[in-house]
């Protein structure tokens, strides 16, 4: 579908902050150092974001993981005046990290949209945009990529097609939780091989896999959106 360029960048935004922004699992070959050897543990959330769009009105971003049984779902959503996308992945933990079972994905712009859905068959190799993201900050928490950055990693988008990011480590960052708790953030700078002046910033915290506490995006080195931490609340 082609779209009016007025408005392609707050559908980059909602189909890219819940899709392509969203990272994947570490390629095998990634380097590792000092990892910690157990993973923190995960727990269930609601959080919800600001979303700072250049040139645009402000959105909403809510975050949810939630377990069932032996598997684990995370979900976001967000909306603008005109446009709106969420997604959704169901996985459950193993050894190597999530394993993927099902993903779906929707969007709306000035009332077109579109839906998508994958399965066990498509996410066998490779994780989803969600489950890839839940692991990513396990894995940055670990302290993975710091001895050869920048590591390689993949996944699939919402299409099933795979997907390809560099990213490094950043040093932490003090970060203020919503309830005024004082944090470490740990932070990933990750890229498209083929565009790398496209950058994202990404703030994890350190001891809840999954929750963002923040992501800025940069163009040519100048910051142009930004998702914020607003509120959070532990279900469990």
């Not at 708790?181 to 001891?207: G, M």
Request: hydrophobic content about 35%; overall charge positive; glycine content about 6%.
């Amino acid at each position: 579908m082609l779209l009016l360029p007025r408005y392609r960048p707050a559908i980059w935004l909602i189909s890219a902050l819940l899709a392509s922004l969203v990272l994947a699992l570490l390629a095998p070959d990634s380097a590792r150092a000092d990892p910690r050897e157990t993973p923190p543990r995960p727990r269930p959330f609601v959080a919800d974001y600001a979303l700072e769009i250049s040139g645009w009105p402000d959105a909403r971003v809510s975050h949810r993981l939630s377990r069932h049984g032996d598997w684990w779902e995370s979900e976001m959503r967000a909306a603008i005046r005109l446009a709106s996308g969420h997604e959704r992945s169901r996985f459950r933990l193993d050894e190597g990290g999530p394993s993927a079972s099902a993903y779906s994905s929707g969007y709306r712009l000035l009332g077109i949209g579109g839906s998508y859905r994958l399965g066990h068959d498509e996410l066998r190799e490779l994780p989803d945009r969600q489950a890839a993201l839940f692991e990513l900050s396990r894995r940055a928490a670990n302290g993975d990529c710091r001895a050869t950055p920048p590591c390689r990693i993949r996944f699939v988008d919402h299409k099933g097609r795979e997907e390809r990011l560099d990213y490094r480590p950043l040093a932490p960052i003090a970060r203020r939780l919503p309830d005024g708790e004082s944090i470490q953030a740990t932070r990933l700078e990750a890229w498209e091989p083929d565009k790398p002046e496209r950058r994202l910033v990404f703030a994890f915290h350190p001891e809840l896999p999954g929750l963002l506490l923040g992501v800025e995006y940069r163009r040519d080195g100048e910051p142009t959106n930004r998702l914020t931490l607003q509120a959070l609340t532990l279900t469990e």
